[in-house]
């Protein structure tokens, strides 16, 4: 018999995206709410590497310790003629968007794949890093381990 997978880890090759709010519209007397796009397009890629690396294997059980790392594209202000500039080699990601915005989008993008709902995950543990370069892509890790 096959002893059940503990965990799952994968790499989302794309720059994070936050989770934008819901967006509100009234057509016709009906109002709905809606994802924006760009959310929903990343939403969307999480879930896919997510399925490629749980490879078939039905979502995970019980409690769950999730860990995201968010490498972020570094504003081109950081950059001189040979690389990154000595004053940002060190900078760190405070501005906005929120790491918290980021953790829900990876979330919401592997809810019902990884794991049944996100309301299993009782421990996390989140960052958000510039990258060391133009040879450093922007990505997203994850890692899902049962406790």
């Given at each position: 018999?096959?002893?059940?997978?503990?965990?799952?880890?994968?790499?989302?090759?794309?720059?994070?995206?936050?989770?934008?709010?819901?967006?509100?519209?009234?057509?016709?007397g009906?109002?709905?709410?809606?994802?924006?796009?760009?959310?929903?397009?990343?939403?969307?890629?999480?879930?896919?590497?997510?399925?490629?690396?749980?490879?078939?294997?039905?979502?995970l059980?019980?409690?769950?310790?999730?860990?995201?790392q968010?490498?972020?594209?570094?504003?081109k202000?950081?950059?001189?003629?040979?690389g990154?500039?000595?004053?940002?080699?060190n900078?760190?990601?405070?501005?906005?968007?929120?790491?918290?915005?980021?953790?829900?989008?990876?979330?919401?993008?592997?809810?019902?794949?990884?794991?049944?709902?996100?309301?299993?995950?009782?421990?996390?543990?989140?960052?958000?890093?510039?990258?060391?370069?133009?040879?450093?892509?922007?990505?997203?890790?994850?890692?899902?381990?049962?406790?």
């Open positions: 018999m096959k002893a059940k997978p503990t965990g799952y880890g994968f790499t989302v090759d794309t720059a994070p995206i936050a989770k934008a709010r819901a967006r509100v519209v009234t057509k016709g009906v109002t709905r709410a809606y994802t924006p796009q760009k959310t929903a397009t990343f939403e969307q890629l999480v879930g896919i590497r997510a399925r490629e690396a749980m490879r078939g294997q039905p979502p059980d019980g409690a769950l310790y999730i860990m995201i968010c490498y972020l594209p570094r504003p202000a950081h950059y001189g003629k040979a990154i500039k000595p004053q940002f080699v900078a760190e990601p405070i501005g906005r968007p929120d790491l918290d915005n980021y953790c829900k989008a990876v979330l919401d993008g592997i809810n019902g794949v990884v794991f049944k709902d996100d309301s299993q995950v009782i421990s996390q543990t989140s960052h958000k890093f510039y990258v060391n370069g133009l040879d450093d892509p922007a990505r997203v890790e994850v890692e899902v381990k049962t406790l």
